[in-house]
């Protein structure tokens, strides 16, 4: 089975403009979860998703927004950049969420704010 | 959601056994202890996970105490792929069957060869 893959994988923006990530989990896999990595906060939990429903938040602005499509592809959106948004976004994946299971993540997307 | 604490860092050498400790104090009697790593430039990959009974995989072991409280994930012969930052996680599933991971700081070890 592939694994979960991020698209673009390297990202440079400028203050105030808007990004948007893309994740795609394994095969089979149907919940989607997005964290942010940074050195001073480390990794924080963004949202997740399930058959295309946010079931779950994490303490962010409203400027971090998400979805999920029908075949389970995900992407986060981030508007109105600022220079801490500069991060790693991780994606993760696992079949059904809500039991224990193992979460396989993604390479990342290393986005850059100037 | 419930903390867990870990030493900022650890050492080991090449082919000798690693044990790394997680304290939980607060863990809850239906948290599960989950044991990730993250190696350089990778995302976060799982290694291990138990309740209340050791357990063993083939990358690892996890010890929890009998008061469950803490928990030590051992390495029996580190190798130098298994240089990495280890986070301690307590699985927290919230309400409607989600679940996320909460990251603490991670230990990050370091394998001399």
């Known amino acids: 089975k592939a694994g979960v893959t991020q698209t673009p994988r390297y990202l440079i923006k400028t203050r105030g403009q808007q990004v948007t990530l893309s994740c795609s989990p394994i095969?089979?896999?149907?919940?989607v979860s997005w964290y942010q990595q940074t050195p001073g906060q480390g990794l924080q939990f963004l949202f997740e998703y399930f058959s295309e429903t946010q079931r779950n938040k994490g303490n962010f602005p409203g400027r971090f927004s998400g979805r999920q499509f029908s075949n389970s592809r995900s992407e986060m959106n981030v508007s109105t950049l600022e220079l801490g948004d500069s991060a790693l976004y991780l994606c993760a994946s696992n079949s059904v969420g809500g039991n224990q299971e193992t979460q396989y993540f993604g390479p990342g997307t290393r986005l850059l704010v100037l | 959601d419930a903390k867990t604490t870990q030493p900022n860092s650890m050492e080991s050498n090449e082919e000798e056994p690693v044990h790394l400790p997680c304290n939980h104090s607060?863990?809850?009697?239906?948290?599960?202890i989950h044991w990730y790593r993250q190696l350089p430039s990778q995302g976060p990959e799982y290694v291990i996970h138990?309740?209340?009974s050791n357990v063993n995989n083939r990358m690892a072991s996890l010890a929890i105490a009998e008061d469950r409280k803490s928990s030590t994930l051992i390495l029996h012969r580190a190798t130098l792929r298994d240089a990495a930052v280890y986070y301690c996680?307590?699985?927290?599933?919230?309400?409607?069957?989600?679940?996320?991971?909460?990251f603490g700081k991670g230990t990050k070890l370091t394998v001399n060869p």
């Open positions: 138990g309740l209340t």
């Open positions: 607060t863990i809850s009697g239906t948290d599960y």
């Open positions: 095969s089979g896999h149907r919940s």
């Open positions: 996680i307590l699985r927290d599933v919230t309400q409607g069957g989600s679940e996320k991971l909460v």
